[in-house]
């Protein structure tokens, strides 16, 4: 799931409570929900990964980590997909999502999966309820990230796995249409040092850091619409309001391959000291 909760880093930034982020959050994925049964608008794409795929190198990691009594708690878990991806590795996997509408298609894929050691509940990354020390790994795939809470509900000696948004990541479509996730800050303190501070600071010790620059190309105008509406580079992302910057977008950004978009995404693993 893309960070909902950064894209408020704008040009004219909005003061927002923390109630307020996570209401547009949750408006936001069940809009999605509701209009394409999931968190994939089916829009067609061909992907190059010069230095890997940073979605398979975090499944990767995650893997290396479960164990037959493992437990794991994906936060911003979304339509469940990926989180079932890696739940046979471990013998407990619960899923929290603030979009109800997110969760129901979470379910259908569970069910259909037949992974009964999975279970998805709506809830806030920032106090999800759990006990302390529940859980070995807490992983957040472009979702949010609390680090102290995360501490709280792992046990010693447990591991964070985060996949994140680069400062970088689609800078010249925001560029174009003046606004967007993480707007403006390219030209700041890289945010996967920010995140690797926030955990140290939280008691973690980062074990792994990768960053990862990769290009999509969309075969058509229609496939790059798509989906635009359902990821939060743009929150407020309307077809017919943007048209204008989206054409002076696609005009510029074409190339044999497609519509190209440049994407910079980062990976970082942290432990929990055993002493802590």
């Not at 089916?42 to 290396?64: C, I, K, M, N």
């Not at 792994?208 to 999509?216: A, G, I, K, N, V």
Request: glycine share 10%; aromatic share 10%; net charge negative.
């Amino acid at each position: 799931m893309e960070r909902a909760l950064e894209s408020m880093d704008c040009s004219t930034p909005r003061r927002l409570s923390e109630g307020q982020i996570m209401t547009e959050q949750q408006g936001f994925y069940s809009k999605v929900a509701e209009k394409f049964g999931g968190y994939s608008s089916g829009a067609r794409r061909t992907t190059s990964y010069p230095q890997g795929d940073p979605e398979e190198e975090f499944d990767a990691l995650v893997h290396e980590l479960g164990s037959a009594t493992g437990t794991l708690l994906d936060v911003g878990c979304a339509d469940g997909l990926n989180l079932l991806g890696v739940a046979p590795s471990f013998g407990r996997v619960d899923g929290l999502d603030l979009s109800p509408e997110m969760l129901a298609s979470a379910e259908r894929h569970r069910a259909a999966s037949g992974l009964d050691h999975v279970r998805f509940a709506v809830g806030d990354a920032s106090a999800t309820g759990f006990p302390a020390g529940t859980f070995d790994v807490v992983t957040s795939r472009r979702g949010p990230l609390f680090p102290e809470e995360f501490r709280r509900v792992l046990r010693r000696g447990g591991s964070v796995v985060y996949l994140g948004i680069g400062e970088r990541d689609v800078r010249t479509l925001k560029e174009t249409f003046g606004r967007g996730q993480l707007y403006g800050r390219w030209a700041g303190t890289p945010v996967a040092l920010e995140e690797r501070r926030r955990l140290e600071d939280a008691g973690f010790t980062v074990d792994y850091e990768r960053e990862f620059s990769y290009d999509e190309f969309f075969h058509t105008p229609e496939d790059l619409d798509r989906f635009l509406q359902m990821v939060p580079i743009f929150e407020d992302y309307d077809t017919a309001s943007d048209r204008e910057a989206f054409d002076r977008y696609v005009t510029r950004a074409t190339a044999q391959e497609g519509i190209h978009l440049a994407r910079h995404w980062f990976v970082l693993r942290a432990q929990l000291t055993a002493g802590d």
